[in-house]
């Protein structure tokens, strides 16, 4: 088990990508939203083990790693804000993708993550909804 606190104790992530797979496999092999898979997981924790909890961001990240699991993600553009520190997906550090100028300068092209697919221009490109699917 993972680590607790008072109530409740995390999902480990085997529980929650096994709870994962069983909705999957029963919504027809895939899921079209992050809300809808985590409350099935929630719903299936809750008639078998109470005491496990696990957050959307949570199971996302656990889900991403997964073998047997793809999660799609759709984007939509967003203006530039502020630079971008880490991926929106996972969480995970970001890097700068450059482009080389004419006069040989180099310029910020846009942002790749250092462990998802996750890839954005300069215009930002932000998750808009998570689909979730068994592998074939």
């Not at 994962?20 to 899921?31: C, P």
């Not at 079209?32 to 961001?57: D, F, I, N, P, Y």
């Not at 699991?69 to 971008?84: K, Q």
């Not at 929106?88 to 040989?104: A, F, K, M, Q, S």
């Amino acid at each position: 088990m993972a680590p607790s606190s008072g109530d409740y104790e995390l999902a480990a992530p085997e529980i929650i990508e096994a709870l994962a797979l069983r909705a999957l496999y029963s919504s027809g092999g895939s899921i079209e939203t992050q809300g809808k898979l985590h409350a099935e997981l929630v719903e299936q924790l809750r008639g078998e083990e109470k005491r496990l909890r696990v957050s959307e961001e949570r199971m996302r990240s656990v889900l991403l790693t997964s073998k047997r699991i793809a999660v799609d993600v759709r984007y939509a553009s967003r203006p530039v804000s502020a630079p971008l520190r880490s991926c929106p997906v996972c969480h995970r550090p970001i890097r700068e993708i450059y482009n080389e100028t004419l006069d040989g300068g180099r310029v910020i092209a846009g942002y790749k993550c250092s462990r998802c697919p996750f890839w954005t221009p300069i215009r930002r490109r932000v998750p808009a909804r998570y689909t979730f699917r068994v592998t074939r």
